[in-house]
């Protein structure tokens, strides 16, 4: 008999997943403790979960999975074959569909003649910031930026000027980092820069005085001034997503943390693997945080997760934590478990980040 991790282990499926799939009455355990309910399976059933968690990959319906399952273990191959012809049948439907969906998205775009890689700005933008701020706004959204080749858009930090305020943004789909900051000498309409990482981190490194920073776009090219000092470099010739239309989140339930402690508990508490076929990067630490009645946050076991728990990625609400730089920070939870989590500061409404949910139905 395998125990329930033994065969997470081998068959490629979850803990979390294991469960779902007994409760489901798709891969019941031959046996479950009657004193602490945990489940053994029969040697013969890891070929079932490895059945199991192709079909899962491939994206079969629950209902096709327990005929799958049941004409496997009956060796009634005639049946698997046909669900599976059908199944793929679907997806080369859906695929071509979403082709000619794509297709019709791609002809409005150019159409509205707004393309994701937009050609050569010309606007002019002269800012005069307090180091120290801007420094502090970089810290706080750096960790944020994205790297995958296939949306170099995200690939840098947004600086969004209007009025007489600044708002550095970063995102990489699944993690977003504002910051906001006041800014003198900018007269003109909202201008929108996408500034590369590497630049990034070339202006944080010139930021280290007391003297006042002057941040200049010109065409297509950055400049950063402190002192006697300068970074310079070319802008990214790609549009950011509109970040506004993002952090517009339905009010949640707000809880304020102790850092520290919140930190000591991620590191130290359980965690769970991130499921195969869920977004974002793989080989992740999963958390499933959850809020009591006396309005404290507990990191739970897998085991104890329920509706109103929350999986989030452990290594980036760590460095929302460290990129906060504060000992306590609001942690607002949104109405639903699919919805993101954002973490403010108690004093600077202006930053703050936001965490894509990590699913725990499965």
């Known amino acids: 008999m395998r125990s329930i991790g033994e065969m997470a282990r081998d068959s490629g499926l ?7 799939y007994d409760r489901a009455g798709v891969l019941v355990p031959a046996r ?4 602490s309910g945990y489940r053994w399976y029969a040697p013969e059933q890891l070929d079932e979960a490895r059945v199991l968690a192709r079909l899962r990959r491939a994206g079969m319906p629950l209902a096709d999975i327990r005929l799958v399952l049941a004409g496997w273990s009956g060796a009634d191959a005639d049946l698997v074959r046909r669900l599976l012809r059908a199944h793929l049948r679907r997806l080369e439907l859906g695929l071509a569909e979403a082709r000619s969906e ?14 994701m890689t937009a050609s050569p700005r010309t606007g002019t933008v002269r800012l005069s910031l307090a180091s120290s701020e801007l420094a502090g706004a970089l810290d706080a959204v750096r960790f944020a930026v994205g790297n995958d080749p296939e949306l170099p858009m995200l690939g840098g930090v947004l600086f969004d000027v209007e009025d007489d305020a600044l708002h550095v943004v970063a995102t990489d789909r699944y993690r977003m980092a504002v910051a906001r900051m006041t800014a003198a000498g900018h007269g003109g309409p909202r201008e929108q820069v996408v500034v590369p990482a590497r630049l990034v981190d070339a202006m944080r490194a010139l930021l280290e005085g007391d003297e006042p920073a002057r941040f200049a776009v010109e065409a297509d090219r950055v400049t950063l001034e ?11 010739a790609h549009d950011f997503p509109d970040y506004r239309r993002l952090v517009r989140l339905p009010a949640g339930q707000r809880v304020v943390v102790d850092v520290p402690a919140l930190r000591e508990a991620l590191e130290t508490g359980p ?3 991130a499921e195969a076929g869920e977004p974002g990067p793989s080989a992740r630490d999963v958390s499933v945080l959850a809020t009591t ?16 728990s929350v999986g989030v990625d452990r290594g980036f609400l760590l460095d929302a934590l460290a990129a906060a730089d504060r000992d306590r920070l609001v942690l607002e939870f949104g109405a639903a478990p699919t919805a993101p989590l954002a973490i403010r500061r108690t004093d600077d409404a202006g930053t703050f980040s ?3 949910p990590v699913r725990l139905d499965h």
Not at 102 to 115: I, Q
Not at 300 to 305: I, K, L, P, T, V
């Open 14 to 20: 979850g803990v979390s997943a294991l469960r779902f």
């Open 102 to 115: 794509f297709s019709t998205l791609r002809a409005l775009l150019d159409h509205r003649e707004n393309p």
């Open 271 to 273: 965690v769970r693997a």
């Open 354 to 356: 936001l965490l894509m």
């Open 32 to 35: 479950v403790d009657p004193a």
């Open 293 to 308: 009645d006396d309005r404290t946050v507990t990191v739970r076991g897998d085991g104890d997760a329920d509706g109103d």
């Open 226 to 236: 402190a002192g006697e000092r300068q970074v310079s470099g070319q802008r990214l």
